[in-house]
């Protein structure tokens, strides 16, 4: 079997799989088990299971291993259940990757990552709590360690984690919201319209998913208002974050402490154009690249799949559409950007995406000298698309440097969360 790219170019060498996705689908679960869930060994089980390029033998590997998981942790008496559930939860938002998002076992599966993963901050006694954060574009998925719909007067720091087109708000846990619960910060974990499961609900990407964004930041802010907000965007959050807070007078009511960005950039449409295979980009709606992508997907039916969740997220039945409807929500304005950044890139990241995160990240620095770029080698295993294969050096990275920022987090600690998923004092 020859070498078969990654749609999204994400990560630039091979490790496992022949086929890009699969293989960056991999290590990026690979990834989680540095911070709890499956244990390598359990990853390695499933990934011995699976055909190379054959998205289905994908999908049952991990949706048998979350089975299992979730039956251990029910009947396993003698280990703690937490991590137990939360191994659950990873293995079935593992076969997610590659199910149709429309069948009934994409359902199922996200079903199960949430009941999973919920019962494991139950176990686990954390302090987040899952909730329906409402916005203008409709009610969105999220999980927070304090309530973020009531006035406080605490002078805590919150840790905001945006995911991208492939994360669901229990991914956001991984990157960063763990991490950030063990520092001392409150956080929040969000699905903005077109993320995790929103797309089931009518919401997709677009103009609304910056719109949503605005709104529970400047919520935050009006109900926290003694509060510093870190926002971190991983993937497609790298622009949304900024494209949230490139309007002056959004980014003076929101008064956001600092961001981080893996990676930061400024024209997604620009980004995902440069991603698609040339006939795709230059003539999205032509004949020749409907018959190039009909050809592809028969030929991979990987390809088919991850063509077909894009479609999904963007409310579209044809990949050359995402651009335009990409491009809605416009380019980000950073002139007017005005905020500490630390922007995390691998060099094993596509090309547009370093050419964009070097120009941001000068503009802002001229005025923002605290902000830093970090640039992950090969031999850090962080090189890939968001540092997916070595997610525990990113996070000690944007720790310390928030340190040197802003100093200790401070966490306000009257409100904690109670087993059935609410908050008590």
């Known amino acids: 079997m020859r070498r078969e790219a990654d749609l999204g ?11 890009g996705t699969m293989d960056f689908d991999a290590g990026w679960v690979l990834g989680y088990s540095q911070l709890g869930g499956l244990a390598p060994g359990e990853v390695f089980e499933c990934l011995n ?109 919150w840790y905001v984690v945006i995911g991208g087109g492939d994360t669901f708000r229990e991914d956001l846990y991984f990157f960063g919201g763990a991490r950030a619960l063990q520092e001392g910060y409150e956080v929040l974990l969000v699905d903005l319209p077109g993320q995790g499961s929103t797309p089931y609900r009518g919401l997709h ?30 993937s497609g959050g790298g622009y949304f974050t900024l494209k949230a807070i490139d309007d002056p007078a959004t980014a003076a009511r929101i008064r956001l402490d600092a961001l981080v960005a893996s990676t930061p950039v400024t024209d997604i449409a620009l980004l995902l154009q440069r991603g698609m295979p040339k006939i795709l980009a230059r003539r999205p709606y032509g004949l020749a690249s409907r018959v190039a992508t009909l050809v592809a997907g028969r030929m991979s039916k990987a390809m088919h799949r991850a063509i077909a969740k894009y479609q999904w997220q963007f409310g579209t039945d044809w990949i050359g559409g995402i651009i335009p409807l990409a491009a809605a929500a416009g380019v980000v304005e950073a002139s007017n950007l005005d905020v500490p950044l630390l922007a995390l890139v691998g060099v094993s990241e596509p090309a547009e995406a370093d050419r964009q995160a070097r120009e941001v990240f000068a503009e802002i620095a001229a005025r923002q000298p605290a902000s830093r770029m970090v640039n992950f080698e090969r ?38 969360a109670r087993g059935d998923g609410g908050w008590a004092t």
């Open 379 to 416: 031999w850090t295993g962080a090189d890939a698309h968001c540092q997916v294969n070595n997610l525990g050096l990113a996070q000690d990275t944007a720790m310390s440097w928030l340190a040197d920022v802003l100093g200790p987090p401070r966490q306000a600690m009257a409100v904690r």
């Open 9 to 19: 170019e994400r990560q630039g060498r091979r490790f496992f799989f022949r086929n």
């Open 205 to 234: 990407f677009g103009e609304p998913t910056v719109v949503a964004l605005r709104e529970i930041l400047m919520g935050l802010r009006d109900n926290w208002p003694s509060a510093r907000i870190v926002l971190t965007g991983f």
């Open 49 to 157: 299971a699976i055909k190379d390029g054959d998205p289905d033998s994908w999908v049952q590997a991990f949706a048998a291993m979350a089975q299992r998981q979730e039956d251990a942790a029910l009947n396993d008496t003698t280990s703690p259940s937490g991590n137990r559930f939360l191994a659950a939860a990873v293995a079935a938002r593992a076969a997610w990757h590659l199910v149709d998002p429309g069948s009934d076992a994409a359902h199922r599966l996200h079903d199960q990552l949430e009941r999973c993963f919920q019962a494991s901050l139950a176990a686990s006694e954390s302090a987040l709590a899952a909730l329906e954060i409402p916005t203008s574009v409709g009610a969105l998925p999220g999980y927070a360690s304090a309530p973020i719909d009531q006035p406080c007067t605490a002078a805590a720091t």
